[in-house]
């Protein structure tokens, strides 16, 4: 017998069906009457939503990437400035193993055929010897030279200070070192550094040679990273570094040696690689004249000078703190020297400018700070002009100037961070260009053209601001190339 016996079929169809019909789907039938949307799984709801919001998410996108890349200089440079503070603490406060390095190599120019090089370990080197190896590049490793055991100079229980000094360099090209460290006694060394830089004493096939410049960075560590980063993504490496002085606020301060010197320059890569040329500012002046964390040559002054590219190019390097006849009568012997006369360019670097324009009024005209190096001023131009200066190059005051007077350039370059003169209190009617704001500064020395029957080199200026703009440049022309085309 049929169960439908008792039904009446004669209602709508409609009924009969929604009645009978046997469940095949959860709805509308599912007695739970649970929302059809949760059936489907996580991934599906994801893929789903995404597919009737993708126009969103790719303006989204677009607009995270275009912040990322408007604002990556800034958290790049939030980020060196944090690591640099972070480390300096982590080794005051003795957190990290002993033997470890504290300061990165940092390589200075200390004469013609030497580059000087300054490390610093934080602790336990009592039981450990360190050595210095280097070779030239064409030579190979079968020719390294290795320096040591080096004596350490102990300054805290966080700070051990190793200097040495590679040389003689009597040929230019690539130079590889290394610092190695073991146990006392022992031959197997662990390697802790390894790094090349170029050298220009004497050259076979000439080419350019190119120095970053800057001065007066002081305290502004995120500033000077700031210039440093702009340097170290040129489109044309840098050969050397040029810092015309003030790196630290306080000579004896430890700590602003290593996050607002050491710790920058370092963290790019820079100073690891680009031998530093240096005069000291009024700043970072050794009274002591130690110096334990710039060039310093065993009995010697802090002034100095060395050539370039077969002597073609000529750098003296002068002390402003120090108004010594000794300092007068080294200058009057060097400018009397055959390398001296017989370089094409002819470049000073001293931190008191000669020719200061910039300065704090009441510092200026009530507490006589325009009194400071005024003998370079009155005694050491004269000297300039009459042994065929090229280009003073100076920092102290905090912008950017840029004159000639009576055939020699001056440069004031010292805008690496500190705080900017923006009040004028003398007129020299000398500068041609100017900037207020932060910079640095890009020499290349160019060598003779192929055919160039004078044989003479050229030097281009460039200044760029914070932003890597380019906003001065001049081709400069030696004096005695000048000379030989008027004759």
Not at 49 to 55: A, L, T
Not at 358 to 365: G, I, K
């Amino acid at each position: 017998m049929s169960r439908y016996q008792d039904m009446d079929f004669s209602e709508p169809y409609s009924s009969v069906s929604f009645q009978y019909k046997q469940l095949t789907s959860p709805y509308p039938y599912n007695k739970s009457k649970s929302n059809p949307a949760s059936h489907f799984s996580t991934k599906q709801h994801i893929a789903r939503w995404c597919r009737h919001h993708y126009k969103g998410l790719v303006i989204l996108m677009c607009l995270i990437l275009f912040i990322l890349y408007s604002t990556w200089g800034i958290i790049a440079n939030c980020w060196t400035f944090i690591k640099i503070k972070m480390d300096n603490t982590l080794f005051e406060r003795g957190y990290v193993s002993c033997g470890l390095l504290r300061k990165e190599p940092m390589l200075f120019v200390q004469d013609t055929y030497h580059v000087q090089v300054i490390w610093e370990v934080n602790c336990g080197m009592a039981n450990k010897d360190m050595t210095l190896t280097y070779w030239h590049d064409q030579d190979g490793m079968a020719n390294r030279t290795t320096i040591g055991p080096i004596e350490p100079k102990v300054l805290d229980p966080y700070h051990t200070l190793y200097r040495a000094t590679i040389g003689p360099l009597e040929t230019g090209g690539q130079i590889h070192y290394m610092l190695e460290m073991g146990p006392k006694g022992e031959k197997k060394k662990k390697t802790v550094a390894k790094h090349a830089f170029d050298w220009f004493s004497r050259i076979d096939d000439e080419q350019p040679i190119r120095i970053a410049a800057m001065a007066d960075n002081q305290f502004a560590m995120a500033t000077f990273s700031s210039l440093l980063r702009r340097i170290r993504k040129l489109p044309q490496r840098p050969h050397f570094l040029l810092h015309a002085g003030d790196a630290v606020q306080n000579y004896p301060s430890l700590r602003q040696w290593q996050t607002d010197f050491s710790g920058p320059l370092t963290t790019h890569g820079l100073i690891q690689t680009m031998p530093l040329i240096y005069a000291h500012g009024n700043h970072d002046y050794d009274i002591t004249g130690e110096y334990i964390y710039s060039r310093k040559k065993d009995g010697g002054s802090p002034w100095f000078a060395f050539s370039m590219a077969n002597n073609a190019i000529r750098f003296i390097i002068l002390d402003s703190n120090i108004d010594w006849d000794l300092q007068d009568q080294w200058l009057k012997d060097e400018l009397a020297l055959d390398e001296f006369k017989d370089a094409q360019f002819r470049i000073v670097v001293v931190h008191v400018p000669p020719f200061l324009e910039y300065w704090d009024p009441e510092s200026w005209f009530q507490l006589k700070q325009s009194e400071w190096g005024a003998f370079i001023k009155n005694r050491y131009v004269p000297l300039f002009e009459q042994a065929g200066v090229d280009l003073v190059i100076s920092g102290h005051q905090h912008n950017y100037e840029r004159g000639e007077r009576n055939r020699v350039h001056y440069a004031i370059i010292g805008g690496a961070g500190g705080d900017l003169d923006l009040v004028q209190v003398k007129d020299w009617g000398m500068y041609e260009a100017k900037l207020l704001d932060f910079h640095f500064v890009m020499l290349e020395f160019r060598p003779p053209a192929k055919g160039d029957v004078d044989r003479s080199w050229s030097l281009q200026w460039d200044a760029y601001n914070i932003r890597g703009k380019k906003v001065d440049t001049k081709l400069i022309l030696s004096r005695s190339s000048i000379e030989n085309q008027n004759s």
